[in-house]
Every structure is written in structure tokens, then in C-alpha cells.
């Protein structure tokens, strides 16, 4: 038994959603294990699906991602097949939990990334399925990245993957490579917060030359990234890591599922998903290697060095947090009177006593100081590391300590971890406060990866973890 890949690749992109349509959503309550049929007849079928930024994400009440319109069509779509009202409740997980909402009876679907599963779903309890249909990847290139014809004009040239893309198919070209004496690929697997989405967005900008990309998650963006080749002649079956489980007793639900797949409204749940969800999944992204940004990041870099330096922050961590508040403009002030390229108020300013904040030197100053602050007076405690409380500085550079603080504790109560912002605390920020702070952050780390990637071209050939963030 299997889905049809639309289905598996549309309910997987799922995984991102905590909606509340025609499905109320509940992380806490571990309902009971009962079969399809007697969920049926209780009118009510429950998907679980991961916490992720583009599948599910509460944003302040208001449920985003692709997950929120599949969720109501295949309602629709058993409530016409079993000719009464049917709905379908969308149960977001935490991390690595996904399974177990199958085990407590808290769902009759799981769906999203088993590879971490794959041990328990060995078991004849379940039935799964990770085909590699569902989950080929594709390359991507930025509209100005040089042409490929083949897979072996990568040689040399870089190649990112978000965190769930598998580099298996790249790291045998670079053995082949190497056999023929030729340089091999570069390859950044980043592992810490970037899915195909934000990659996509990357490519899309510019930011980086090259992307290898799930196949269904490209197909998805691709009408509104109008800036990427997508090379359709460069694709690998991979084995697919993203798929669903069922409980074994429950066959007739998986055939459900897949004759939803090739219906009519399956494809009215992506147009959905195009019209609407994709609005609120746009980054805002600039290009900090355009030529006039580039110059003042060059000419402004020795000051980043030393104010990063002295207050224990990554000094590229530092400009691209300058970059996303202000591209680096020493020139602006916001309607607000937020003054420079760390957009200080006066009165911050005044308070950090280094100098005159319109001046570049004290600007940066100011800032590196003021983000060492938030560190020192909100986040020293232990069980935070360096890299995360540097987040949740950032965090609080946009929203405020005090909120952050409310978003951890939320984070608590959930189950997430509270000293993790990505995919953890990040997520019930969104949900109290809305989607900017959750962005915000997100596009000062995609920043640091460019200007990381773009002053060390040359990484080592295995998959390579950008050093994060404040030493």
C-alpha cells in the first residue's frame, strides 16, 4: 500500500502547520487510540504534523502553511465520500515527537521527516512509507549563477542544502571527482535553522549561487521565486526521508489518503495554499553582496571586528544584524528616530555612554554593547549556549527582553525547549507576538551564513556547520 506522491508531498508539507480551521488543534491533550472506523463515526480524523516555519506556524491566532488548506479539503473530501461532516484536526508536535502522537492515540496520521524514526517504524505496529518519489531533490541556481549542464560542471562551485536535504548524492560526485583529479564541489548542509524554504529564498535573491532542493518543496515556490533556474535534468532519488505512518490495523484510512491524492481537491488546497498562505512565508530579503552593500560591509568590517570582538560577539554575527536593520546605512533614521546602521534610539544610545551615536564608530559601539547587555542581564544562566543566547539577544534586540522571557516560559509549558530558539522558542514567539520577530531573527542568521560562505569560499569538502555565533 502506498499514497499517491501529490498526496504524500502535500500532506507532508503538512508538517508544518498548527492550525485551527475546521480542525481544532491541541498540543497537549493526548486524546485516545481508536481505529478509522471509530473515528469516523466521531466525525473527526487527526493528522499530526511538526512545528516547522512554512507546514505550521501559529502566528499570533492566525494559523499559517500549507498544512491549514490540506487539512480542510481532505475534510471536505470524507465528508462527501462518507456523506456526513467530517473534519480533520491538524495536531502539531514538538521536535522528535512526531511518532508518539501515533502511540498515545493523539493522532491517526503522523506525518513529516521519519528518517529519525526509522527504528521504531520498523515495527509491524505501523505502516509507513518514505518513497523516493515523495522526496527526489533538484537542482537550484540563482538567475546570474553560471549555466550547468551537467552535474559535473559543479566542480568547484558551492552548493547549499537546508537541514533535512541529504548530501548523499553530492558526496559521491566529489569521490568521482577526486578520482579524476578534479576540485570537487563545495557543499554547506547547514544544520542549525535553514529548511528548503529559506534556501529557496536565498537562491532566489541571490545570496548564494546554488541549492540542491527537495523536489516537491521547489515545485511549491517555484511560481513565486521568478529569479531561479531550476534544472530539471539535475535530479537524484534519495530515498526518501519525508512520508506518513498509520497504525498497521488502520489500511483502509492509507487507501483514503491516497484516493484524496488524485482528486480534484487536493488541487484546490494548493491553489489555497499559492493564493493565500505564501503572503505570509515572504522573508523580505536583500542581497548583502550587491556592490554598493558589499563596499560598506568591506569598509565597516574592522569595526565589527573590534566591537565583536571585545563584547564576545561574532563580528559577521554583528554586521548581519546591522544588515537587516539597516543594509548598513550609517545615514539612516527611522520615522521613529531610530538613529544608524544599529538603529539606536537617543536614549539607548545616551545609556551605553560610548560616544555620539550618529558617528559609524560609537553607532556600532552602542550596539555591540547593547547586545552584550541584553546577553549578560537576560541570558547567562545555564543550560544556554553561546549561539542561542546570542538569538535570544537578537530576539530581544526586535521585541523586547521582557517578551522573549514570556515566549520561553510559553515554550516550557508546550514542551519545547525553552533554551533552544530554533523550532523551539521561535514558534511560541510567533504565536503570542505574530511572525516578524520569528523572521527577523531567521534573516540575520541567513546573512551571517552569506557573509560567512562569502569571505570562506573554499570550506572543507564534508559537510560543513558554520561556527555559531558568540564565542
Not at 369 to 374: A, E
Request: net charge neutral; glycine share 8%; proline share 4%.
Amino acid at each position: 500500500m502506498k499514497f499517491m506522491p501529490k498526496l504524500a508531498a502535500v500532506l507532508i508539507l503538512c508538517s508544518y502547520a498548527l492550525s485551527s480551521l475546521a480542525a481544532v488543534m491541541s498540543d497537549s491533550n493526548p486524546g485516545s487510540q481508536l481505529s478509522y472506523e471509530q473515528s469516523l463515526n466521531r466525525n473527526e480524523i487527526r493528522i499530526a504534523v511538526p512545528y516547522d516555519p512554512t507546514i505550521y506556524v501559529d502566528a499570533k491566532g492566525k494559523p499559517t502553511g500549507i498544512s491549514v488548506p490540506v487539512a480542510k479539503y481532505f475534510g471536505m473530501w470524507l465528508s462527501e465520500n462518507y456523506k456526513h461532516k467530517i473534519s480533520v484536526t491538524l495536531v502539531p508536535t514538538l521536535p522528535g515527537k512526531l511518532i508518539d502522537a501515533l502511540d498515545s492515540g493523539a493522532a491517526d496520521i503522523a506525518l513529516g521527516y521519519l528518517g529519525q524514526y526509522q527504528d521504531r517504524l520498523g515495527s509491524p505496529k505501523y505502516l509507513s512509507t518514505t518513497h523516493a518519489e515523495h522526496q527526489k531533490q533538484v537542482l537550484v541556481s540563482a538567475h546570474n549563477s553560471p549555466l550547468i549542464s551537467s552535474v559535473d560542471d559543479l566542480s568547484g562551485k558551492l552548493v547549499c542544502l537546508g537541514r533535512q536535504v541529504r548530501s548523499t548524492a553530492l558526496m559521491t560526485l566529489n569521490e568521482r571527482l577526486a578520482q579524476e583529479g578534479r576540485a570537487p564541489a563545495i557543499i554547506y548542509k547547514d544544520q542549525v535553522g535553514l529548511d528548503d524554504e529559506a534556501m529557496l529564498q536565498m537562491v532566489n535573491e541571490g545570496l548564494v549561487p546554488y541549492v540542491m532542493g527537495t523536489e516537491f518543496r521547489v515545485d511549491l515556490w517555484k511560481p513565486y521565486l521568478t529569479n531561479i533556474k531550476v534544472y530539471e535534468n539535475i535530479r537524484y532519488d534519495i530515498g526518501g526521508n519525508i512520508g506518513w505512518a498509520i497504525r498497521s490495523s488502520d489500511k483502509r484510512l492509507g487507501q483514503d489518503i491516497n484516493s484524496f491524492s488524485s482528486s480534484e481537491l487536493n488541487t484546490e488546497a494548493l491553489l489555497m495554499f499559492d493564493q493565500d498562505a505564501f503572503k505570509t512565508q515572504k522573508s523580505g530579503l536583500k542581497d548583502p553582496k550587491g556592490k554598493e552593500e558589499w563596499a560598506r560591509f568591506v569598509s565597516m568590517r574592522p569595526i565589527f571586528e573590534k566591537y565583536g570582538n571585545q563584547y564576545h560577539l561574532n563580528p559577521l554575527l554583528l554586521a548581519s544584524f546591522g544588515f537587516q536593520e539597516t543594509m548598513l546605512n550609517q545615514a539612516l533614521i527611522s520615522p521613529g528616530g531610530a538613529i544608524g546602521v544599529m538603529q539606536l534610539n537617543a536614549a539607548t544610545g545616551d545609556a551605553m555612554n560610548v560616544g555620539n551615536i550618529h558617528e559609524l564608530d560609537s553607532n556600532i559601539h552602542a550596539g555591540a554593547k547593547y547586545l552584550n547587555d541584553l546577553v549578560s542581564d537576560n541570558f547567562k544562566e545555564d543550560g544556554l549556549d553561546n549561539s542561542n543566547r546570542t538569538l535570544f539577544a537578537i530576539a530581544s534586540y526586535n521585541l523586547g527582553p521582557k517578551n522573549i522571557e514570556k515566549a520561553r516560559n510559553e515554550a516550557a509549558r508546550r514542551g519545547f525547549d525553552p533554551n533552544k530558539w530554533f523550532l523551539n522558542v521561535e514558534m511560541t514567539t510567533a504565536a503570542l507576538f505574530g511572525m516578524v520577530p520569528m523572521s527577523y531573527v531567521r534573516n540575520v542568521y541567513k546573512y551571517f551564513v552569506v557573509y560567512q560562505l562569502s569571505l570562506n569560499p573554499s570550506l572543507d569538502n564534508s559537510l560543513n556547520h558554520i561556527g555559531l555565533l558568540a564565542e
